[in-house]
């Protein structure tokens, strides 16, 4: 069985996720770095080898696609009046670490049915 504290854990990340879209978005970047602090430390109680090693590949992987999407998302606002770009590139990294989270979030629950952890 799954130890307690990892499922908890998921279970807490996905209510801070729950409330992002009821704040603004300069708040949503520390319901985004609670989530994935959270995310984070459950990796602590995971026992199973196997397991632990897809984690972090799958972090990895995802990470990687968070970088490129960013960079793409750079690439649309080096048109935009800077005086708008602030305001958009805000829009887009929140978007991203929207995603992220949720990403991490979903194969951590896809992990828990697949693995005693």
Known sequence: MTNRLILDGIVKAENILNEVEGVTLQERETLFDLADGVMVNIKAFVSNEEAWKKINEYEMKTHQEFAKRLNDARAKL????PIYQWQK???FTMDLRFWKAREMLAFWDKITKEYDL
């Open 89 to 91: 590139g805000l829009e």
């Open 78 to 81: 080096k048109d935009i009046d």
